[in-house]
């Protein structure tokens, strides 16, 4: 009893002084995450562990109004903190009571709670907001993109701001509630697995789930009218996959291609180990844009990326992108090529399976079409810059990357380090450094001079990424080959190029 007493002492003292002596210990949260590319994206000061999104939408006026509640963690003493954002907000509550906003920059929102957040507490935000997503441009673009019968939202690195408040960067990554309320005839496409679709008074509304942690760019929303598919994987997978009503000439090809993702999954899963989510599948809508986007658990396709018929190739790239980027994603932006390297090489492991040529051909391909004046020598994969995030050679050279280090570490410890990444960092965040090193730790190898020559100098590799015992390409030869000839085109090679080239006609 006597102990028991001195402890609810000292818990009462420590209780008095983590309390700050005055308002001025608490200070605003930073407007950015710290990243270098794109210093105003994200925030400072608090970590989300849920949005819950509920909203209204009419197509076809394009309005969409509605709720975000946001659970947060305090990491400062905050006496304000920012979301990023782009439609008109109404109201902002913080543990219930109202809170004034303002809005600065491009994103920026920024919030005074009536009381401030001490390090560590535990916040409940919610925003009321409403607006027509399509009309609302920053830096010149809106990532809602309008369809005949809808809209979608998707887009990298921006898509969030156009439908919900969010701490905007990769770093920080929650579980998603999505609810959606649309006209009757209309159906909602996002994340997860689908617990409810209700009709009442002419609105129906549907709510989805991610129960895994997720990028805020990775959330999508589609609204429209689609024909849905849903089965089971063997490995028992549910799988939701849909395709606009309105499809045309695409529609085939597309279905041909999107309804092989539960097999695609498995196979993939044998070269990156288990699946980390509960649910798969991929919706085709009727936009004009080109891209493609590894959305979690449901990958955005365009019509485009099947208007040269079937493309089995980019789907092993979107699905890729579920071990390597969703589950583990970049902690910078900087560390795309952890994204868009990975997912490129397992496109040339696709393409070795489809007798299309080899992952060997495939990189000895990119290594002999770029001379070494080539422009596309100057990007870094493994930190391109902003400007050229989502450069070629941010695949392409970060797949022949991927390629050398297989003939430096061997396939036994190559393949350990493939399927051993995914687990080692699931749910988390990671940069190339850490790649770096776990893979020296796999394979017991000094990788520092491979990594600076293929994906931190901006200047040509002097010879090709040569298996062991393998001649290497020629150094200097700018066609690859003593001989001056080209390597023949893998047969693969334009359909694993459709994957990204088309990125460009977004903004
Ligand atoms: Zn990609």
């Known amino acids: 009893m006597r102990k028991r007493l001195i402890v609810s002492a000292a818990s009462a003292l420590s209780l008095f002084l983590a309390v700050p002596a005055s308002a001025t210990d608490f200070q605003p ?60 907000v109404q109201e902002v509550r913080v543990n219930g009571r109202p809170a004034t906003f303002a809005t600065s920059g491009e994103q920026e ?30 830096y010149g673009f809106t990532a809602w993109l309008r369809t005949p019968d809808g809209a979608v939202a998707a887009g990298e690195p921006e898509s969030a701001w156009w439908w919900f408040p969010s701490n905007d ?116 809508p009727n936009v004009k844009t080109g891209f493609a986007l590894e959305t979690q658990t449901r990958v955005f396709y365009s019509p485009r990326q099947f208007a040269r018929g079937t493309n089995t190739s980019v789907v092993v790239h979107e699905l890729a992108h579920q071990w390597y980027g969703d589950s583990v994603s970049v902690s910078h932006w900087s560390d795309i090529w952890l994204n868009e390297g990975f997912a490129r090489y397992a496109q040339f492991l696709w393409s070795e399976h489809e007798n299309e040529g080899t992952a060997q051909e495939l990189a000895d ?17 493994g930190d391109p810059g902003a400007a050229d995030q989502f450069s070629n050679a941010v695949y392409d050279r970060g797949a022949v990357a991927i390629q050398a280090l297989r003939n430096a570490v061997g396939d036994d410890a190559f393949f350990r380090i493939l399927k051993g990444w995914p687990a080692e960092h699931r749910y988390g965040n990671a940069t190339v450094q850490d790649f770096q090193a776990y893979a020296e730790k796999i394979s017991g190898k000094k ?23 393998a001649a290497s390409l020629a150094p200097g030869a700018d066609a690859g080959r003593a001989d001056g000839q080209l390597p023949v085109e893998p047969k693969s090679w334009k359909k694993i190029q459709e994957t990204n080239s088309l990125h460009d006609a977004e903004h």
């Open 29 to 88: 949260g930073a407007a950015g995450a710290g990243d270098s590319y794109y210093p105003t994206y994200g925030n400072g000061g608090y970590r989300v562990s849920h949005y819950d999104i509920r909203l209204k939408y009419q197509p076809a006026t394009d309005e969409l109004e509605g709720t975000t509640t946001i659970l947060a963690t305090a990491t400062e003493n905050l006496s304000r903190f920012n979301l990023d954002f782009a439609l008109n």
């Open 109 to 138: 929102l920024e919030i005074t709670p009536a009381r401030p957040l001490a390090k560590g507490s535990q916040a409940t935000v919610v925003v009321r907001y409403k607006g027509v997503p399509s009309t609302v441009k920053k």
């Open 169 to 284: 960067h990769p770093s920080d990554k929650a579980t998603f509630d999505v609810s959606v309320q649309v006209p009757d005839g209309n159906q909602v496409i996002s994340n997860g697995i689908l617990t409810g679709a209700t009709s009442q008074a002419g609105w129906t509304r549907y709510s989805w789930r991610e129960n895994k942690p997720q990028a805020t760019y990775l959330a999508t929303l589609a609204v429209g009218k689609f024909d849905v598919t849903t089965d089971t994987t063997p490995s028992g997978l549910p799988v939701y996959n849909a395709y606009s009503k309105d499809l045309g000439e695409n529609a085939d090809a597309a279905r041909a291609s999107v309804e092989r993702t539960g097999e695609l999954v498995d196979w993939l899963s044998g070269y990156f180990g288990d699946y980390p989510f509960s649910s798969v599948g991929g919706y085709v």
């Open 365 to 381: 391909y990119v290594y002999a079409s770029h001379p070494a004046d080539d422009a596309f020598w100057s990007v870094k994969p």
């Open 447 to 469: 990788l520092g001079d491979l990594f600076t020559t293929w994906l931190f100098t901006a200047a040509k590799p002097a010879t090709g990424p040569a298996p062991a015992g």
